[in-house]
């Protein structure tokens, strides 16, 4: 499995970005697919999941009711609509998708939150 990040870049406070994560290759058993960011110095953490057709969805309380996650599941791309964006948010931001073999990983995108 591929995943394919991009829409990272540079926001002003309270500024939006939506990131795009495509994924390709062995995607059958794909169900979930979500976000994780780290920031420089710190953990990797979890920001959002969703399942197949987005009935099910999942949000760290740092970014709840600023951040939506939306699936396309006959393109296997996940979205994620920032908005409200903060210093804070300032991390890469990864894609991830579990299956049975193990958890896929995107190469990253960078978000920056500066004035």
């Known amino acids: 499995v591929q995943l394919v990040e991009s829409g990272g870049g540079l926001v002003q406070p309270g500024g939006s970005l939506r990131l795009s994560c495509a994924a390709s290759g062995s995607t059958f058993s794909i169900n979930t697919m979500g976000w994780f960011r780290q920031a420089p110095g710190k953990e990797r953490d979890f920001v959002a999941s969703s399942d197949w057709n987005g009935a099910n969805t999942y949000y760290a309380e740092s970014v709840k009711g600023r951040f939506t996650i939306s699936r396309d599941g006959a393109k296997n791309t996940v979205y994620l609509q920032m908005n409200s964006l903060k210093p804070e948010d300032t991390a890469v931001y990864y894609c991830?998708?579990?299956?049975?073999?193990?958890?896929?990983w995107g190469q990253g995108t960078q978000v920056t939150v500066s004035s």
């Open positions: 991830y998708a579990p299956k049975p073999s193990g958890i896929y």
